[in-house]
Protein backbone atom coordinates (compact mmCIF):
# COMPACT_ATOMS: atom_id res chain seq x y z
CA UNK A 1 0.00 0.00 0.00
CA UNK A 2 1.08 3.72 -0.93
CA UNK A 3 2.01 5.84 2.00
CA UNK A 4 3.07 9.34 2.10
CA UNK A 5 4.58 10.85 5.45
CA UNK A 6 5.34 14.67 5.67
CA UNK A 7 8.91 16.23 7.17
CA UNK A 8 10.09 19.71 7.64
CA UNK A 9 10.26 22.37 10.61
CA UNK A 10 6.98 22.88 12.36
CA UNK A 11 8.02 26.16 13.11
CA UNK A 12 9.09 29.46 10.55
CA UNK A 13 9.77 32.92 10.84
CA UNK A 14 8.39 35.66 8.94
CA UNK A 15 9.80 36.09 5.33
CA UNK A 16 11.48 33.12 6.06
CA UNK A 17 11.15 30.11 2.89
CA UNK A 18 9.13 27.16 4.53
CA UNK A 19 10.61 23.76 3.40
CA UNK A 20 9.00 20.00 3.57
CA UNK A 21 9.33 16.99 1.99
CA UNK A 22 6.76 14.28 1.39
CA UNK A 23 8.68 10.60 1.28
CA UNK A 24 6.59 8.13 -0.60
CA UNK A 25 6.39 4.48 -0.02
CA UNK A 26 4.97 1.58 -1.44
CA UNK A 27 5.41 3.14 -5.14
CA UNK A 28 7.75 4.72 -7.08
CA UNK A 29 7.06 8.21 -7.79
CA UNK A 30 8.82 8.09 -11.20
CA UNK A 31 6.05 5.60 -12.36
CA UNK A 32 2.72 7.70 -12.72
CA UNK A 33 0.46 9.68 -11.11
CA UNK A 34 0.57 13.52 -10.20
CA UNK A 35 2.07 14.60 -6.44
CA UNK A 36 0.95 17.39 -4.85
CA UNK A 37 0.45 19.49 -1.81
CA UNK A 38 -2.77 20.81 -0.26
CA UNK A 39 -2.84 23.28 2.87
CA UNK A 40 -5.45 23.29 5.37
CA UNK A 41 -5.81 26.79 7.88
CA UNK A 42 -6.58 26.28 11.57
CA UNK A 43 -10.46 25.55 11.40
CA UNK A 44 -10.88 26.66 7.52
CA UNK A 45 -11.10 24.48 4.50
CA UNK A 46 -8.66 22.82 2.26
CA UNK A 47 -6.59 25.09 -0.26
CA UNK A 48 -4.47 22.70 -3.38
CA UNK A 49 -0.65 24.73 -2.99
CA UNK A 50 0.40 22.28 -6.11
CA UNK A 51 1.01 19.31 -8.08
CA UNK A 52 3.92 17.82 -10.21
CA UNK A 53 3.71 14.92 -12.17
CA UNK A 54 5.81 12.23 -13.06
CA UNK A 55 6.33 13.89 -15.99
CA UNK A 56 7.84 16.73 -13.94
CA UNK A 57 5.42 18.98 -15.40
CA UNK A 58 4.26 21.30 -12.24
CA UNK A 59 1.27 23.52 -11.66
CA UNK A 60 0.86 26.14 -9.25
CA UNK A 61 -1.99 27.90 -7.33
CA UNK A 62 -1.89 31.37 -8.96
CA UNK A 63 -2.17 32.33 -5.62
CA UNK A 64 1.13 31.42 -4.47
CA UNK A 65 2.42 31.06 -8.03
CA UNK A 66 5.13 33.47 -7.29
CA UNK A 67 6.50 32.29 -4.00
CA UNK A 68 5.72 27.90 -4.76
CA UNK A 69 8.13 25.60 -6.10
CA UNK A 70 7.64 21.75 -5.91
CA UNK A 71 10.09 19.23 -7.07
CA UNK A 72 11.20 15.42 -7.30
CA UNK A 73 13.80 13.53 -5.98
CA UNK A 74 13.50 10.32 -7.52
CA UNK A 75 16.42 8.89 -6.08
CA UNK A 76 15.32 9.26 -2.25
CA UNK A 77 11.68 8.75 -3.99
CA UNK A 78 10.40 11.79 -2.47
CA UNK A 79 8.89 15.23 -3.53
CA UNK A 80 9.31 19.04 -1.90
CA UNK A 81 7.96 21.78 -1.10
CA UNK A 82 9.23 25.26 -0.64
CA UNK A 83 7.29 28.54 -0.33
CA UNK A 84 9.12 32.26 0.36
CA UNK A 85 8.35 34.87 1.98
CA UNK A 86 5.81 33.14 4.36
CA UNK A 87 3.39 35.00 6.46
CA UNK A 88 1.21 34.35 9.73
CA UNK A 89 -1.53 33.95 6.68
CA UNK A 90 0.72 31.00 5.57
CA UNK A 91 0.17 28.69 8.92
CA UNK A 92 -1.68 25.87 8.05
CA UNK A 93 -1.36 21.79 8.32
CA UNK A 94 0.28 20.83 5.10
CA UNK A 95 -0.58 17.76 3.70
CA UNK A 96 1.10 16.10 0.42
CA UNK A 97 -1.04 13.65 -1.80
CA UNK A 98 -0.83 11.31 -4.50
CA UNK A 99 -4.23 10.79 -6.49
CA UNK A 100 -5.32 7.89 -3.94
CA UNK A 101 -3.30 8.54 -1.08
CA UNK A 102 -2.91 11.78 1.45
CA UNK A 103 0.11 11.96 4.41
CA UNK A 104 -0.83 12.81 7.86
CA UNK A 105 -0.33 16.33 7.54
CA UNK A 106 1.87 18.38 9.43
CA UNK A 107 1.52 21.91 11.02
CA UNK A 108 3.84 24.56 10.06
CA UNK A 109 3.22 27.81 12.11
CA UNK A 110 5.20 30.98 10.95
CA UNK A 111 5.82 33.47 14.33
CA UNK A 112 8.77 35.07 15.39
CA UNK B 1 -10.68 29.79 -10.95
CA UNK B 2 -13.87 27.54 -10.34
CA UNK B 3 -15.53 27.90 -6.99
CA UNK B 4 -17.10 25.01 -5.58
CA UNK B 5 -20.64 25.76 -3.39
CA UNK B 6 -21.51 23.37 -0.59
CA UNK B 7 -25.04 22.80 0.60
CA UNK B 8 -26.23 22.81 3.55
CA UNK B 9 -22.71 23.70 5.62
CA UNK B 10 -23.88 21.97 8.67
CA UNK B 11 -25.86 18.63 8.32
CA UNK B 12 -27.23 17.63 11.42
CA UNK B 13 -28.07 14.00 11.24
CA UNK B 14 -30.01 10.90 12.66
CA UNK B 15 -28.62 7.39 13.00
CA UNK B 16 -29.78 5.08 10.66
CA UNK B 17 -31.36 7.53 8.22
CA UNK B 18 -30.04 9.15 5.30
CA UNK B 19 -28.19 11.99 4.60
CA UNK B 20 -27.37 14.28 1.34
CA UNK B 21 -25.17 16.62 0.31
CA UNK B 22 -25.33 18.90 -2.73
CA UNK B 23 -22.19 20.23 -4.53
CA UNK B 24 -22.10 22.96 -7.08
CA UNK B 25 -19.57 24.27 -9.55
CA UNK B 26 -19.54 27.68 -11.32
CA UNK B 27 -18.55 26.07 -14.42
CA UNK B 28 -19.28 22.58 -15.75
CA UNK B 29 -16.40 20.22 -14.64
CA UNK B 30 -16.52 17.83 -18.06
CA UNK B 31 -13.14 17.81 -18.94
CA UNK B 32 -11.59 17.61 -22.49
CA UNK B 33 -11.03 14.08 -22.18
CA UNK B 34 -14.83 12.99 -21.69
CA UNK B 35 -14.31 12.73 -17.94
CA UNK B 36 -15.69 14.97 -15.00
CA UNK B 37 -13.41 15.08 -12.26
CA UNK B 38 -15.41 15.47 -9.55
CA UNK B 39 -14.57 13.89 -6.40
CA UNK B 40 -15.77 13.58 -2.83
CA UNK B 41 -13.72 13.42 0.88
CA UNK B 42 -14.68 12.73 4.14
CA UNK B 43 -12.44 14.49 6.87
CA UNK B 44 -13.14 13.14 10.71
CA UNK B 45 -11.80 14.83 13.27
CA UNK B 46 -7.86 15.01 13.64
CA UNK B 47 -7.70 12.91 10.85
CA UNK B 48 -6.41 13.48 7.04
CA UNK B 49 -9.13 13.81 4.05
CA UNK B 50 -9.40 10.34 2.99
CA UNK B 51 -10.95 9.96 -0.84
CA UNK B 52 -14.31 8.67 -0.63
CA UNK B 53 -15.63 8.77 -4.72
CA UNK B 54 -13.82 9.77 -7.54
CA UNK B 55 -15.15 10.82 -11.23
CA UNK B 56 -18.27 11.77 -9.76
CA UNK B 57 -19.97 8.05 -8.68
CA UNK B 58 -16.53 5.85 -8.14
CA UNK B 59 -16.46 5.01 -4.66
CA UNK B 60 -13.02 4.19 -3.34
CA UNK B 61 -11.66 0.76 -2.36
CA UNK B 62 -12.87 0.06 1.00
CA UNK B 63 -15.54 2.61 1.04
CA UNK B 64 -18.72 1.43 2.37
CA UNK B 65 -21.73 0.91 0.10
CA UNK B 66 -23.53 3.30 1.70
CA UNK B 67 -21.80 5.75 -0.04
CA UNK B 68 -22.79 7.28 -3.45
CA UNK B 69 -22.20 10.14 -5.55
CA UNK B 70 -24.21 11.53 -8.11
CA UNK B 71 -24.75 14.64 -10.69
CA UNK B 72 -23.56 15.93 -14.15
CA UNK B 73 -22.32 18.76 -15.46
CA UNK B 74 -22.06 21.77 -12.45
CA UNK B 75 -24.41 19.60 -10.01
CA UNK B 76 -23.31 16.84 -7.35
CA UNK B 77 -24.82 15.20 -4.59
CA UNK B 78 -23.20 12.97 -1.87
CA UNK B 79 -25.65 10.58 -0.39
CA UNK B 80 -25.11 8.16 2.77
CA UNK B 81 -28.23 5.58 2.88
CA UNK B 82 -27.82 5.33 6.24
CA UNK B 83 -25.96 7.10 8.51
CA UNK B 84 -23.60 5.45 11.09
CA UNK B 85 -21.83 6.61 13.87
CA UNK B 86 -18.28 6.53 12.55
CA UNK B 87 -19.88 9.16 9.41
CA UNK B 88 -19.29 11.90 11.73
CA UNK B 89 -17.16 14.72 9.86
CA UNK B 90 -16.71 17.25 7.06
CA UNK B 91 -17.25 16.28 3.91
CA UNK B 92 -16.04 18.00 0.93
CA UNK B 93 -16.40 17.44 -2.72
CA UNK B 94 -13.32 18.81 -4.88
CA UNK B 95 -13.36 19.41 -8.59
CA UNK B 96 -9.94 18.14 -10.79
CA UNK B 97 -10.86 19.54 -13.95
CA UNK B 98 -10.13 23.02 -14.10
CA UNK B 99 -6.87 24.56 -12.62
CA UNK B 100 -6.30 24.78 -10.18
CA UNK B 101 -8.21 22.25 -8.37
CA UNK B 102 -10.51 23.20 -5.61
CA UNK B 103 -12.60 22.22 -2.94
CA UNK B 104 -15.94 22.93 -1.57
CA UNK B 105 -15.92 24.97 1.76
CA UNK B 106 -17.09 21.41 3.22
CA UNK B 107 -20.37 20.44 4.97
CA UNK B 108 -19.94 19.31 8.83
CA UNK B 109 -21.95 16.45 9.62
CA UNK B 110 -22.81 15.53 13.03
CA UNK B 111 -25.65 13.99 14.94
CA UNK B 112 -28.42 16.02 16.16
Redesign the interface.
Known sequence: QVQLQESGPGLVKPSETLSLTCAVSGYSISSGYYWGWIRQPPGK????IG?IYHSGST?Y???LKSRVTISVDTSKNQFSLKLTSVTAADTAVY?CSS??Y????TLVTVSS | DVVMTQSPLSLPVTLGQPASISCRSSQSLVHSDGNTYLNWFQQRPGQSPRRLIYKVSIRDSGVPDRFSGSGSGTDFTLKISRVEAEDVGVYYCMQGTHWPWAFGQGTKVEFK
Open positions: GLEWIYNPSYPDWGQG
